[in-house]
């Protein structure tokens, strides 16, 4: 299984040029080319087209291209998951996704456009029903044809819908997050966590990048340029974890210990789970490193 590095990925409007073209050269892992919140119903259309234009155009090197749609239930979501698919892009991003129904009709709804096959589905998880039925909704990746990649978190939306408040340290909010983050990783998908409103409190968005970190999430989704760095900083795994995943994994493939569930390695315990979440480790590591 090819492992990528979504540490940051990052919202652009669509309706803006200038900042789809910046998107380009910034050190993210991911751009989500968005068509919902940050654009104006009377931009909607031209924001289509323009987003269209800059994934067939190109350019954007290694980073995963996702195009935001507008929601299902919307005036405008049936052209933009149409052009979406139909663009080229690595994912397309569906909005308050609620239903494994819904799930099951994206899927098929791509099968029937013969969109091409490296097209993955992302959907966000913003509504109390979403949250209710998280392990459904992630259960659907078990079905190829869903094309099920990821969950990404909407607490903006969670905050609205459930009148809970978006404080430091998120207290409210805990038990949902940890939530989604077992039920996606349960059936083998990412999950990445919501943005960070206040742009200009670097320390609380360097405090939630490591809450988030901690609670398992496999990065997280950014408004601002200037919080791409902190992000990055802290879901790549560190230098000397990275180093002590590389000797566990030497010390398992040893002769001697291949058949044995747990070894004994500078003095500490080891099981062969350490040795699998090792593998992970370094294929993370590796992959950032050939990112450049």
């Known amino acids: 299984m090819i492992i990528r590095p979504r540490r940051s990925v ?27 919140d940050a654009v104006a119903p009377d931009a909607k259309e031209a ?10 155009d190109g350019g954007f090197g290694k980073r995963e291209l996702f195009i935001r749609t507008n929601a299902i239930d919307t005036p405008w979501f049936n052209d933009d998951f149409t052009a ?8 397309i991003v569906v909005p308050k996704v609620s239903t494994p129904h819904q799930v099951e009709k994206l899927g098929q709804r791509l099968l029937d456009m013969h969109a091409q096959s490296r097209i993955h589905l992302w959907i966000m998880i913003e509504t109390p029903l979403a949250i209710f039925n998280a392990p459904m909704l992630a259960a659907q990746a078990r079905d190829s044809e869903s094309r099920l990649t990821g969950f ?3 607490t903006n939306d969670l905050a609205k819908e459930s009148r809970a408040r978006i404080v430091p340290g998120r207290a409210p909010m805990i038990g949902w ?23 200009a409190n670097a320390d609380g968005f360097a405090q939630e990048c490591l809450q988030g970190r901690d609670l398992g999430f496999d990065g997280k989704t950014l408004i601002h340029p200037s919080q791409i760095a902190a992000c990055n900083a802290t879901f790549t795994p560190p230098a000397d974890e990275v180093a002590q995943a ?23 315990m080891v099981e062969k789970m350490h040795a699998d ?5 370094v294929a993370i590591a590796d992959a950032i490193e050939a990112k450049g």
Request: charge should be neutral; include cysteine; glycine fraction near 8%.
């Open 84 to 91: 979406a698919a139909h663009a080229g892009c690595d994912a």
């Open 47 to 56: 924001a289509r087209n323009q987003i269209v234009k800059a994934v067939k």
């Open 246 to 268: 590389r000797k566990i994994i030497a010390a398992f493939g040893l002769p001697e210990n291949k058949d044995k569930g747990v070894i004994q390695l500078e003095g500490r």
């Open 10 to 36: 990052l919202f652009m409007p669509g309706s803006n040029a200038r900042a789809i073209e910046k998107a380009k050269t910034l050190p993210v892992d991911g751009v989500i080319l968005d068509l919902e």
């Open 177 to 199: 997050l940890s939530d989604c983050v077992l039920a996606a990783h349960a059936y083998g998908i990412d999950i990445l966590d919501s943005v960070y409103n206040d742009i």
């Open 277 to 281: 979440m090792a593998q992970r480790t």
């Open 152 to 154: 990404i978190m909407g």
